[in-house]
């Protein structure tokens, strides 16, 4: 009793949550709702939404493609206005952009970064691409060997977090120009085969010609969504990935479906960008910070957790949070590279 009372009060202690349960208390909503409502993204929303029905305090049914929350019963109901949760307007001017949005805005701004109308992201300032990549990790040999894939996109070199062996195949997840993937097709050799997966088909473009132009016969350019991978389950033995995931406004799914695509013992090399501290709406909201690879970054525990639950296992190998006042303009964030094995 006391174990489900402290459950209770600790799901509400949460202003997200209250707002969730607040807007409940007047009428039941889709799953899908919440994002504008809360002013979070689809996967943090998600993980409320599991404490609240965990605690109790809500249940849910599918209808079709949908999935409707609502709170508990009538006693529910009565508790938690007798707690002094308020009953919550479900019209929330100025909330978080939807996923679909988010995407386009994405798409738009890497799409000027691959036709050269524009010089990297924002958030580097006057940085060059080679300073910013030898910032992140990348020698003057890899910035040099493959120049024109070099874009100063980053936060880190996945490809040199852990072992790419001959004859692997790699995955790169957000493959841009190609400058990643054509350092792990270097590692992978000709027995082993490299595929590059964007959406931009801007990106994919110069990919596939810069590949042509390096010789490369083993990389492979695929345009799709890294939340729905055009890669065959239990195909791949590496996944790589730079300052991309950030991006996805399903995380979530991002990590289930490398899960997937990933053969047993699989591994994957991320760096990516987290949050130290929670960003205000209007942060969430602002194109330019979200393609900066800030407003649509999750809070690091957040991040580890729905990769926990996907199934992989974690291994933190560095933290780099004088990032942040180097490209960041010291927003509270960190660039954290992780190992991630397939149980």
């Not at 019209?91 to 691959?114: F, H, L, Q, R, W």
């Amino acid at each position: 009793m006391i174990e489900d009372k402290a459950r209770f009060f600790k799901a509400l202690g949460d202003p997200t949550r209250l707002t969730i349960v607040g807007c409940l208390l007047k009428q039941d909503h889709c799953a899908c709702d919440f994002s504008k409502i809360a002013g979070r993204d689809q996967t943090t929303v998600s993980r409320h939404l599991k404490v609240l029905v965990e605690a109790g305090i809500l249940r849910y049914e599918k209808d079709g493609r949908y999935v409707i929350y609502s709170i508990r019963d009538d006693r529910m109901k009565d508790t938690l206005e007798k707690c002094g949760v308020e009953k919550v307007d479900s019209c929330c001017p100025g909330s978080e952009m939807d996923a679909g949005t988010k995407k386009d805005v994405v798409k738009k701004n890497y799409g000027k970064i691959a036709l050269g109308l524009v010089q990297g992201c924002e958030c580097c300032g006057d940085l060059t691409n080679e300073q910013v990549s030898a910032s992140i990790g990348y020698s003057q040999q890899d910035t040099e060997s493959f120049s024109e894939a070099n874009l100063g996109l980053g936060c880190g070199n996945p490809t040199a977090l852990g072992e790419i062996k001959e004859g692997d195949i790699v995955l790169d997840l957000g493959s841009g120009a190609g400058f990643d993937s054509f350092l792990a097709a270097r590692k992978a050799a000709n027995t082993g085969k490299v595929i590059g997966v964007d959406m931009t088909e801007d990106m994919i473009s110069r990919a596939r010609k810069n590949a042509e132009q390096y010789g490369f016969d083993n990389v492979e350019f695929r345009k799709g969504d890294i939340e729905d991978l055009p890669v065959e389950t239990g195909s791949v033995d590496v996944i790589i990935s730079n300052c991309v995931i950030n991006l996805a406004p399903d995380k979530s799914q991002v990590f289930r479906e490398a899960y997937r695509v990933l053969r047993e013992n699989g591994r994957m090399y991320i760096s990516d960008i987290v949050l130290l501290k929670e960003l205000t709406a209007e942060e969430r909201n602002d194109e330019e910070l979200i393609c900066s690879c800030v407003g649509g970054a999750l809070m690091k525990e957040d991040y580890l957790d729905l990769i926990k639950e996907a199934g992989f296992e974690i291994t933190i190998i560095d933290e780099d949070r004088d990032i942040s006042k180097r490209q960041y303009s010291g927003y509270p964030l960190e660039s954290i590279k992780l190992e991630l094995r397939k149980k």
